[in-house]
């Protein structure tokens, strides 16, 4: 049988859901009926159950995180994975190869990208497909991870079977890059599951969004947000009621205390500190090993090694 989807119900307006709960885990036989999770939003809750008996494949949520109204919570298959096969004709994909909800690629084979790699690995609930890099050959590969073709392949991988990518293009210093390479992604249909390293701790209350990225030995407190696209490198604190906007970065060893509000495109460096209740602007780059005591207004960049705001005297 096709794999068949265990759809979030659309909600009026749009809007997401708070994933209260899990019931499935990866792999696990359901029968028809059965629950699977219940979902929170402004409007009351809602329980998922299997529309039919198998096997859960391609479960990435967690509870805590939000879920798109109309987006895909998980899969039912005959069997635990499903192996894709390549394309035999033009003809959409669902007539060429059955959909393959574990698959998944790299968008990316630099620094951050042999990172991806190994976390990917790490995680363990993928299948790592390969690489795709617009700057390496063909046929050769990272970390032993294939590199596929340029951003041009990323259609014929979606015919595969693939719906599943991970933006490994850091951006540190031109966020323009990575969310370059999040509109190439989505543009092609795959989609960005948030990735959490074994060694990292994220507290049950805490919210990860899509695309988000934890890397190893990271930390994420209570009641924490950390939005799309999101990279928490090695080390990283993100201490309790912190919230994160899209597409922040995190150096290794950086530190938020408590309430602190990162906006879009921020990105705070190696071993960096910011103070408890403080806003950073969207924008922002905080250099390495700085220390942050006050608001920072969007776009500001604050030196490496510095105290803000700067004395005058």
């Known amino acids: 049988m096709q794999a068949v989807a265990v759809m979030i119900p659309e909600q009026e307006g749009g809007g997401v859901y708070w994933i209260a709960s899990l019931t499935c885990v990866e792999g696990q036989a359901v029968e028809a009926g059965q629950p699977l999770a219940r979902l929170e939003s402004r409007r009351g809750s809602v329980e998922l159950r299997a529309p039919q008996s198998g096997f859960i494949t391609g479960l990435h949520a967690r509870p805590g995180q939000t879920a798109a109204s109309g987006g895909v919570l998980c899969y039912l298959a005959e069997q635990p994975s499903l192996a894709a096969k390549p394309p035999t004709s033009p003809l959409g994909y669902l007539e060429q190869a059955p959909l393959n909800p574990t698959a998944l690629l790299v968008y990316g084979g630099g620094g951050h990208g042999k990172a991806v790699i190994e976390l990917v ?41 693939v719906r599943l990518a991970a933006n490994a293009v850091g951006g540190i210093g031109n966020v323009a890059v990575r969310l370059k390479v999040f509109e190439l992604i989505a543009e092609a249909g795959f989609s960005c599951p948030a990735l959490v390293h074994p060694s990292a701790v994220v507290e049950p209350s805490a919210v990860l969004e899509s695309g988000v990225q934890v890397l190893a030995q990271a930390y994420v407190g209570s009641a924490a947000r950390v939005g799309f696209g999101s990279v928490l490198n090695a080390g990283a604190i993100v201490s309790h009621d912190c919230t994160l906007g899209q597409v922040t970065n995190l150096s290794p060893g950086a530190a938020l205390a408590g309430f602190v509000r990162i906006e879009d495109h921020a990105q705070v460096g190696m071993n960096a500190t910011v103070n408890l209740h403080v806003s950073v602007g969207a924008g922002c780059i905080i250099g390495n090993g700085a220390t942050v005591k006050a608001d920072v207004p969007a776009g500001t960049r604050v030196r490496a090694g510095s105290i803000w705001p700067v004395r005058s005297d």
């Open 121 to 161: 690995r790490a995680v363990s609930a993928y299948r790592l497909v390969g690489v795709i890099d617009d700057g390496l050959p063909p046929g050769s590969d990272v970390l032993g991870a294939p590199v596929l073709g340029g951003a041009e392949s990323l259609k014929e991988w979606h015919a595969r079977g």
